[in-house]
Nanobody, 120 residues
């Protein structure tokens, strides 16, 4: 029973803040990488931010300086602190956990998504 459960989505005004959290459970492989992706209406899913086992992080250019990703390895949780939110940030945000490997060794799981709506 593999689960990635997201929480923290909701409605916020432009310029406001929101914090998303994701907790992984029942994952058999070592979670080396966790991240957040989002899909806005009429657009494809895109990377928002990812974090490795240590402090290595990667952010989409559109969120750099505004969003901060963090994780608790012991708890297999990842959070996304979103500040200075813009209407363009409106999307369904999905949590991802994977083993950081390549090719046929790559394993990943996805959450069901949480909706973030930023009003102008």
């Amino acid at each position: 029973q593999v689960q990635l459960v997201e929480s923290g989505g909701g409605l916020v005004q432009a310029g406001g803040s929101l914090r998303l959290s994701c907790a992984a459970s029942g994952v058999s492989f070592t979670i080396n990488v966790m991240g957040w992706y989002r899909q806005a209406p009429g657009k494809q899913r895109e990377l928002v931010a990812v974090i490795g086992s240590g402090t290595n992080t990667l952010y989409a250019d559109s969120v750099k300086g505004r969003f901060t990703i963090s994780r608790d390895n012991a708890q297999n949780t990842v959070s996304l602190q979103m500040n200075s939110l813009k209407p363009e940030d409106t999307a369904v945000y999905y949590c991802n956990a994977n083993n950081g490997k390549v090719g046929y060794r790559y394993l990943e799981v996805w959450g069901q998504g949480t909706l973030v709506t930023v009003s102008s």
